[in-house]
């Protein structure tokens, strides 16, 4: 049965689960607002499903620091070069929005690419981050190889977002945060949990065949036996030449300019199997609409295209047309007042992480 914890419950108490596991105290409420804004988003796949084994076990295994050493390398005046030292990726990513603002609201542009980071949670969040201050926001990240290219079957790019979003003059701005891969890891993984069959079509494996058995294709991408399909598809009929030259363009800017890890540095796993550092890179950009030709005229310009958009013919038996980020504030709107749902695997999760740490919390599923 599914059970729904209110957001101030769930946001404390994964701020006293990261505190406990030695994240000092401000940088686990920046952990815990990014991991909840995805629930908040209805990205299910990056919120608090994946709190247990991204964040919690992975500071247990020691390939991920609690505290983070935000360490500046190189910096001009409108770019900059930040080393995460293996630290919270979600303090490593608002640390460098934070700078690239910063550098943009000063030179009208700035950028902060970052080496040596871990994974940072919702990419829409830092993107978020620039439209609260009037600005455009791009940041992308790589990952642990899942994609193959294209005649491929070997995975070797991660699902690499490219993540653009702006403030509009609607009640929601538009953020395109999604990977380019045709599916994430992170939905699999909550097809695994629900039991459910990944779409056939998107993991393809080393001889050629399409998976659909959840489970198995998280064992086959970590081995290396299978692969994603990049955004298009398997080959070029459905161009998925794009997702993966994209794909590689994420690649590029999470690693070139910070001489950071790439491909097959980014496994996690050693040459025994044994479990090391995933070492990330990441890319911000912040946009000062002002330096251009002012905010508020390109609010009125972006709103206006959204309701172009929106407002055009639609397909029989559609309802409506969406632009992207107003499905997100949709679903906020319907859960503002509720809380965040969880299925009966994460709740398990949350128990023990509770009994471990020695929280006092009770949890709705408990008190029946």
């Known amino acids: 049965m599914i059970y729904t914890v209110d957001w101030e419950t769930i946001t404390n ?17 920046i952990c815990a607002d990014v991991l909840v804004e995805a629930d908040r988003r ?24 609690p505290v983070t050493n935000f360490e500046i390398v190189r910096q001009t005046p409108t770019t900059a070069v930040a080393d995460g030292h293996d ?37 829409g969040y830092y993107a978020s981050m620039a439209i609260k201050e ?17 005649f491929g079957v070997e995975n070797m790019l991660g699902t690499n977002p490219l993540t653009i979003g702006f403030p509009t003059d609607e009640e929601f701005p538009f953020i395109l945060d999604c990977a ?59 161009a998925g030449y794009k997702g993966y030259g994209y794909a590689t363009v994420v690649e590029v800017l999470s690693s070139a300019l910070q001489q950071g890890s790439y491909l097959k540095m980014l496994t996690g796993i050693g040459p025994g199997g044994e479990k090391r550092l995933y070492r990330l ?10 330096a251009f030709m002012g905010l508020e005229e390109f609010k009125k310009t972006a709103g206006e295209i959204m309701r172009a958009l929106r407002g055009s013919r639609k397909a029989p038996g559609s309802d409506r047309i969406y632009t992207a980020g107003e499905k997100e ?17 994460v709740q398990k999760e949350l128990s023990q ?12 599923w408990e008190k029946e």
């Open 281 to 290: 890179g990441h890319f911000f950009i912040a946009i000062d609409t002002e």
């Open 42 to 65: 209805g990205f299910e796949s990056h919120g608090v499903n994946r709190f247990k084994p991204i964040y919690i076990d992975r500071i247990r295994e020691g390939i991920q620091n």
């Open 180 to 238: 380019t891969s045709i599916i994430q890891r992170g939905k699999i993984e909550v097809f695994a949990r629900e039991g459910k069959p990944v779409p056939k079509g998107t993991v393809i494996s080393e001889d050629d065949r399409p998976l659909t058995d959840a489970r198995q294709t998280l064992n086959d991408l970590i081995s290396g036996k299978a692969a994603l399909a990049p955004l298009g598809g398997i080959g070029e009929e459905l």
């Open 329 to 345: 504030w949709l679903h906020w709107q319907q859960v503002k007042d509720k809380g965040v749902a969880i299925n009966p695997s």
């Open 87 to 123: 630290g919270m990726g979600q303090v490593i990513g608002y640390k460098a929005m934070r700078l690239a603002i910063e550098k943009a609201k000063q030179y009208g542009m700035g950028m902060v690419a970052v080496r040596n980071s871990t994974h940072y949670g919702i990419a």
């Open 13 to 29: 108490f994964v701020i006293e689960a990261f505190e406990a596991l030695g994240v000092p105290g401000k940088d686990a409420e």
């Open 353 to 364: 992480v509770r009994d471990e740490l020695k929280l006092n919390y009770v949890f709705p």
């Open 134 to 150: 009037g600005m455009i926001g791009i940041t992308g990240t790589n990952a642990r190889p899942s994609i193959a290219p294209t």
